[in-house]
């Protein structure tokens, strides 16, 4: 296992800051949020998660996707907006990471794959932190993660002493770590870690569930404001427009847009004439967790839910996803 000092590493991203851009969990009026940094002294390293996900990083809340300008005489200008810039993620929790590995699934490796994710993809680094304990909300071990899952990066940390253990799990991860003082150790780290206190409901439990009367009663708390999609690091529902933005002289400049958005949302499945096949909360708090355990797995062949428990903390009105899932396994209480 190699290892390396606090120090050491500090002042080799001190030196890779020049080329790359680095983003960590930041503190901002008590909340941790994964953010750009402007110095090294802002990363916060003994935290829980973050309020917010790295998805946001590789699939934003709103881009610009091209930019457009139309003169109306046959000149028109399109022209796409590809990210190039090169970025460092660091401290990364494996939950988060976890989730990434869901988003390339139907950004990357479906055809054709999405151009401005890949690109961001492509220009990023994945330095993660293993977490030391697991919080209140938390339970990947529960949908096959774990507080030391590697999944997703192409670097582990975990601290250890002064300083981290160093886990080089890609290419891009050895070839960036090349010139970093590292050394090796036999080191043996025992997982205090249980494995998942959550049943994830079976397909067949599920198939059988679309017509249960859990839905409804959870339904009934629920005030579809979208926040647990929001904060989730695996939804990734968009919409995408064009928005005039200016113009002079007979031509007008306009850009297309994408930005999130939520099958949580009432008006997400609406279709020309008014017509929406999914109008009642019930059917939309049923597509949700049938998307994360049933739907995506299906396509995919994995779960879209990674256990990092942001839903269960943000919903206003106590909406908890590992209640579903045990009430459709074992029954109500």
């Known amino acids: 296992m190699n290892y390396i000092r606090q120090e050491d590493l500090h002042n080799w991203l001190a030196d890779i800051g020049e080329e790359y ?24 390293w003994d935290f829980e998660k973050p309020v917010n996900s790295i998805k946001e990083i590789f699939f934003p809340q709103t881009e610009i996707l091209m930019e457009l ?7 028109d200008e399109i022209k796409e907006v590809i990210p190039t810039e090169k970025n460092i993620l660091l401290n990364v929790r494996p939950c988060d990471a976890h989730g990434l590995n869901c988003l390339d699934a139907m950004f990357l490796d479906d055809s054709p794959p999405d151009v401005y994710y890949a690109a961001r993809r492509q220009n990023s680094v994945v330095m993660g932190l293993s977490c030391s ?3 209140e909300s938390c339970f990947c071990t529960s949908v096959g993660g774990s507080p030391g899952d590697t999944v997703g990066m192409d670097v582990m940390l975990s601290k250890y002493e002064e300083g981290f253990l160093v886990e080089l799990l890609t290419p891009i991860g050895e070839a960036l770590f090349s010139d970093l003082p590292v050394t090796e150790q036999v080191i043996e780290v025992e997982s205090p870690f249980e494995k998942g206190l959550f049943p994830v409901p079976n397909e067949e439990i599920l198939k059988k569930s679309f017509d249960s009367e859990l839905w409804g009663m959870q339904a009934e708390r629920c005030i579809s404001c979208r926040i647990c999609a929001y904060v989730c690091p695996t939804c990734r529902c968009f919409d995408i427009r064009d928005e005039v933005v200016g113009g002079s002289n007979g031509t007008k400049q306009a850009n297309r847009i994408r930005c999130w958005d939520s099958c949580a949302s009432e008006a997400y499945r609406r279709i020309a004439g008014g017509h929406n096949p999914r109008a009642s909360k019930i059917e939309r708090l049923r597509n949700r967790v049938l998307c994360k355990l049933y739907y995506y797995p299906q396509q995919y062949g994995m779960l879209s839910c990674v ?3 942001r839903c269960i903390d943000a919903c206003p009105v106590g909406m908890d996803i590992t209640e579903i899932m045990s009430v459709l396994v074992e029954g109500p209480a």
């Open 307 to 309: 256990g990092c428990g």
């Open 21 to 44: 851009r680095l983003t960590a969990p930041v503190e901002k009026d008590g909340v941790i949020l994964y953010e750009p940094i402007q110095s090294l002294d802002e990363i916060v």
């Open 69 to 75: 300008q139309i003169s109306g005489n046959g000149s």
């Open 133 to 135: 304990h697991m919080g």
